[in-house]
């Protein structure tokens, strides 16, 4: 992803509403858009690919409309600089409409031809453009596009995709039934919210965003459908320490959970919770975990509770409360959540807490408090009661779903996690593959409590604590790595993103 990135995010309806506005308010040619567009990915390729200038050579596969169109203007590119092209016309170019025909013209003109797509095409270019299906596809792919998805795939040569990979989603971020795997995608205009979220992350590679200077008005003709969390707007909402301050100046937080043999969960979330300044943190949770909590980590204090009557007596003086790593669905389990429920402090529900709710949704109707919730897909599926390929197929939609149903914050986890608190959804470009471990659901419990309990309403401390987890993780992997990152490693990380964020 590019360092910077817009912060507005758009459905691929109000990109193409924001192009037109650009050509019809604003008079500037469509065609010259188109040509800014080729401009820009030809040359974001030569800048990531720059061997194509020493003797590489350029395969462009071009479909229909503009996005085709966007292929034969690189094409032309490449012939005006001498860079060897071949061309794979999905679609014959005669029967190109509008602009896409020109840029046609315009690379037919320059000498170029063009071979159409058949089984028998040889992949052949050192680097290859996926110009075929762009931002209007709605549903499955098929066809000679799915075949021709299929072979540039299993090419294992680099793509650059123009705006979108083909048979990706832009509105949901999904792949209609295949999508280009590109290194590479260089999108236009306004950022489609889908080349973030789901499957886009892993089939957009490198995100590039040119807005072909178009005026800075015509954004204001479109309300951004999502926001992407950056870290300028995000250090406005952290805390200076005032200099006469105190451990009760910044929140006690409470954990409550940590079920038999799950001892682990709480500690990793408690941990968390004072790495991000909490003042103060307890963990409720079963007798055998007391001692090893405390060996662990002195600085939190560990209480064994029996029921409900337990930890009730510790929510008093407590500033919030995190309900759900490693509780377990016992009995136990089950009296506790009740308990907790009832309570009038600001409460984030995860893990097997989420899964108690879903199945006896009554638990709720003993409490008037909102709750944040911060489920993963498969925890989400089971609060929404529908199949997880569901709930990822459109996640804008499962977390506005999750929200309207149970109120209070929605946080969505997963690449591109989403927020949303009732009006806003929010989405998180930061972390990596290397958090798909065990235990990183609890630590983002912790940094989220943690502020909750240092007084952050809920939606701020949502976006806050997924933004900072998931830098954290990308700091911990460009120091180490991905692969073998666990869910502690990101502690030291977590503190020094807080840190930086204060100073800014």
């Known amino acids: 992803m590019d360092e910077w990135l817009p912060e507005a995010l758009y459905t691929a309806e109000q990109v193409r509403h924001l192009d037109a506005v650009a050509i019809n308010d604003y008079h500037i040619n469509g065609f010259e858009l188109m040509k800014r567009a080729g401009q820009a990915a030809f040359d974001r390729m030569l800048e990531r ?19 085709g169109g966007d292929g034969y203007v690189i094409a032309s590119l490449a012939r005006q600089r001498y860079l060897p092209v071949r061309v794979v016309a999905l679609k014959n170019p005669d029967e190109l409409n509008g602009d896409a025909l020109r840029a046609w013209h315009w690379f037919r003109d320059l000498g170029g031809s063009t071979e159409s797509w058949s089984r028998n095409v040889t992949i052949t270019g050192t680097v290859l453009v996926d110009a075929m299906l762009g931002t209007g596809l709605s549903g499955e792919v098929r066809g000679d596009y799915l075949d021709a998805i299929q072979m540039i795939n299993h090419s294992e040569r680099p793509v650059l995709a123009v705006d979108i990979p ?39 590679g490198t995100l590039n965003f040119a807005s072909l200077a178009v005026p800075d008005e015509i954004y204001s003709k479109e309300l951004p459908a999502s926001h992407l969390l950056r870290e300028q707007e995000l250090a406005a909402l952290v805390r200076p320490r005032l200099a006469d301050a105190n451990k009760g100046s910044h929140g006690h937080l409470l954990v409550v959970g940590g079920d038999e043999g799950m001892g682990g969960a709480v500690v990793m979330a408690a941990e968390a919770a004072l790495r991000t300044g909490a003042g103060l943190v307890t963990v409720a949770t079963r007798d055998e975990h007391v001692d090893a909590i405390n060996a662990r980590c002195p ?18 003086g407590k500033s919030a409360v995190v309900i759900g790593p490693g509780l377990g669905q016992s009995d136990w389990s089950k009296a506790l959540l009740a308990s907790i429920l009832q309570s009038d402090l600001p409460i984030l529900a995860d893990a097997d807490a989420l899964n108690l709710i879903a199945e006896d949704s ?11 919730m911060t489920p993963h897909p498969g925890e989400a599926s089971r609060l929404l009661q529908e199949p997880i390929p569901d709930v990822q197929a459109n996640r804008f939609a499962a977390v506005r779903q999750l929200q309207q149903q149970y109120g209070g914050v929605a946080v969505l986890k997963g690449a591109g996690s989403l927020v949303y608190d009732g009006e806003t959804v929010s989405l998180c470009g930061a972390g990596n593959p290397g958090m798909a471990v065990a235990g990183m659901g609890d630590v983002l419990s912790g940094v989220i409590g943690s502020l909750l309990a240092q007084g952050y309403d809920m939606a701020h401390a949502a976006k806050l604590g997924v ?12 120091e180490d790595g991905q692969i073998g990152m666990k869910a502690t490693d990101l502690l030291p990380y977590i503190r020094r993103r807080v840190n930086q964020l204060a100073n800014a």
């Open 49 to 67: 690919w720059p061997a194509l200038s020493r003797g590489g050579t350029l395969q462009v596969f071009c479909g229909a409309g503009n996005n």
């Open 166 to 204: 083909s048979g990706l989603s832009a509105d949901t971020g999904a792949a209609l039934g295949a999508a280009v795997q590109a290194a590479m995608t260089v999108t236009f205009i306004g950022l489609k919210q889908g080349l973030l979220t789901g499957a886009g992350p892993r089939y957009c």
């Open 299 to 316: 600085e939190i204090m560990a209480r064994g509770v029996q029921d409900a009557d337990d930890v009730n007596r510790l929510l008093t």
């Open 362 to 372: 009554q638990l709720l109707e003993s409490t008037s408090r909102s709750l944040l």
């Open 467 to 478: 933004w900072l987890h998931a830098a954290a993780g990308d700091d911990c992997a460009a």
